[in-house]
């Protein structure tokens, strides 16, 4: 059975198509119209799907939308007309939203001709069934937490080959995700789309504020979140997501342009602190309720990598699993998942990768590179790419199937020795342009993690998890130790990516670190490349050092 999963018009939307629960296709539509968290009805990541699986839109055998128009509608309208006049701008959005959404299967059937089944799943129980069912365990305590589905917030629940179990609701407007959104736009950035920036920044933090954050927003004994939402205005209008009261107390908010003070350090500190508490203060409740003690997580706020690495280490629980595309784009799989099983499918194998979007082969990347009028060299993709690498080279490195999720994971990836004091400040300079204050992500083979990370015997498959550097070797990976100490850590197996897994111990060899400054290929504000076009473009475009695409090398001048 193939079931056709996406989501649309919000953010991050996706494709994703599987075969007896097994996943075939996946990829996010930015990839394709190269919008940055396209809110677009993701035809163009449907047709890859359809062209992936070898079918036309008749060989789907049911369709799968990752949100249910009629969940909670009364009190969300409830809600909204509560706070009118004010909340005017906000029904209309919300108003344009709900149709778009309910009429979701004509605009499939007018753009494809799809006219089979078609099914609205709960964005929550698409996030759950996400969360579970990439996971290959039997059964699982699931964590949902995001902005907002139909009228949730957050969920905790039990999933198993029979379903999704409810063990706790919180509803909108409480929510943690629209307090990371509401804080986010207060620290001068655009929710949604920097929330990492955020969590970055928070690194430097004292902790000053924690105490006064805790009244903002909370868990109780129930297990649902509680703000105070006297601090927030994103449930009247969405001009201002944070209030008066906010800023009485917090201090004014930073314009993007404006210096980052301590002052605001210390917000996004009491945030990052705060959502830590909470997240552990859930999960202690949901392994306390369940009784089970391996843990799914999902939604936006599970992209937090730092939470993740303490939830991990927490001792609370004995294995987290945040599949690659926690937030939405995850919900157009997890929405395919939930109906293959409520379909009586068999449970779905572990996820135990992310390269399910499109590749390339060798003649076409050759096409894009001469189309540029450049030339390249054949070379061994991995043993050459660690010599670039070795030489303090910055290396643009383009393979296999493109990876889902907002991080690369070593197919559509730009790689750097991680070891030069000014690597960093090297890279954003020249390729990045991203803040100085935020750090980048190290690759290791699974094997050899532990002797450079403290990661518990934990994997790290997904680049999801923050775990400190070994005290050791901090000031010998400068360009990827935050300034607390930590990494946001990606081991390799080579049976995901036996080249990438390669190329990291080739560079061991040369240079005794088998660890790559592993960033996403893009420059900042677009998506990560998609097509060997896309890669020759970035390369053209920025100051990388070499552009490796299949078995084709080719330097800048001087290089
Ligand atoms: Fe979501």
């Not at 990598?305 to 799989?333: E, F, K, M, T, Y």
């Not at 100490?485 to 081991?491: F, K």
Request: aromatic share 8%; glycine share 10%.
């Amino acid at each position: 059975m193939r079931i056709l999963g996406f989501n649309a018009y919000i953010h991050d939307t996706a494709a994703a198509l599987i075969e007896d629960g097994r996943v075939v296709a996946f990829a996010e539509q930015e990839r394709f119209d190269r919008i940055k968290h396209s809110t677009a009805l993701p035809l163009e990541a449907i047709r890859f799907c359809l062209e992936q699986a070898g079918v036309e839109i008749e060989g789907i055998d049911a369709a799968a939308f990752y949100w249910d128009p009629w969940a909670g509608l009364g009190r969300r309208a409830w809600q909204t007309l509560c706070n009118l006049p004010r909340s005017t701008k906000l029904l209309g959005l919300h108003g344009h939203n709900w149709s778009a959404v309910r009429n979701v299967r004509h605009a499939l059937r007018a753009a494809l001709g799809y006219s089979g089944p078609f099914h609205h799943v709960n964005h929550y129980l698409s996030h759950a069934a996400a969360n579970h069912y990439t996971s290959g365990l039997e059964r699982s305590a699931t964590l949902v937490v995001d902005g907002n589905g139909e009228i949730a917030s957050a969920l905790l629940g039990v999933v198993d080959r029979d379903g999704v179990r409810p063990l706790a609701w919180t509803l909108y407007p409480h929510s943690l995700g629209l307090v990371w959104c509401a804080v986010t736009e207060y620290l001068g950035y655009r929710q949604n789309q920097h929330e990492g920036k955020v969590m970055g920044l928070a690194s430097y933090g004292a902790g000053a504020l924690v105490e006064k954050f805790r009244r903002v927003v909370r868990a109780d004994a129930a297990g649902r979140i509680r703000c105070d939402l006297s601090y927030f205005d994103y449930h009247k209008d969405r001009r201002n997501w944070f209030s008066p009261r906010f800023v009485a107390e917090f201090g004014p908010p930073r314009r993007p342009e404006e210096e980052i003070t301590a002052q605001h350090i210390e917000v996004a500190c009491a945030l990052q602190t705060v959502t830590e508490e909470i997240l552990l203060a859930l999960t202690e409740q949901l392994v306390r309720r369940s009784g089970i003690r391996e843990l799914t997580f999902g939604g936006g706020v599970a992209l937090n990598c730092v939470a993740n690495g303490r939830i991990a280490a927490s001792g609370l629980v004995d294995a987290l699993h945040v599949q690659p595309a926690a937030s939405d784009a995850g919900a157009a799989l997890g929405a395919a998942l939930y109906v293959h099983m409520a379909a009586g499918g068999a449970p779905p194998p572990r996820l135990d990768h992310a390269y399910f979007g499109p590749e390339f082969s060798e003649d076409q990347v050759l096409v894009a590179l001469r189309g540029r009028g450049i030339e390249p060299q054949r070379v061994d993709p991995a043993q050459a790419c660690a010599a670039d690498l070795a030489a303090g080279r910055i290396v643009g490195w383009f393979q296999g199937r493109m990876e889902v999720g907002p991080r690369a994971l070593g197919n559509r990836s730009i790689l750097a020795d991680p070891r030069p004091a000014g690597m960093k400040d090297r890279l954003n300079a020249r390729v990045k342009h991203r803040e100085g204050f935020r750090p980048f992500a190290p690759a290791v083979p699974l094997e050899r993690a532990a002797e450079f990370f403290e990661t518990g015997g934990r994997p790290s498959p997904f680049m999801l998890l923050a775990v400190p550097v070994r005290p050791e070797f901090r000031a010998a990976l400068p360009a990827i130790t935050h300034v607390d100490g930590s990494a946001r850590l990606q081991t390799v197996r080579r049976e995901d990516n036996p080249l990438f897994h390669e190329l990291l111990l080739a560079f061991g060899a040369l240079s005794n670190v088998p660890v790559l400054l592993n960033t996403s290929f893009n420059v900042a504000g677009q998506p990560i490349v998609c097509t060997p076009t896309d890669a020759v473009e970035c390369f053209l475009g920025t100051e990388l050092d070499v552009l490796i695409a299949g078995p084709w090398r080719t330097a800048k001048p001087g290089c």
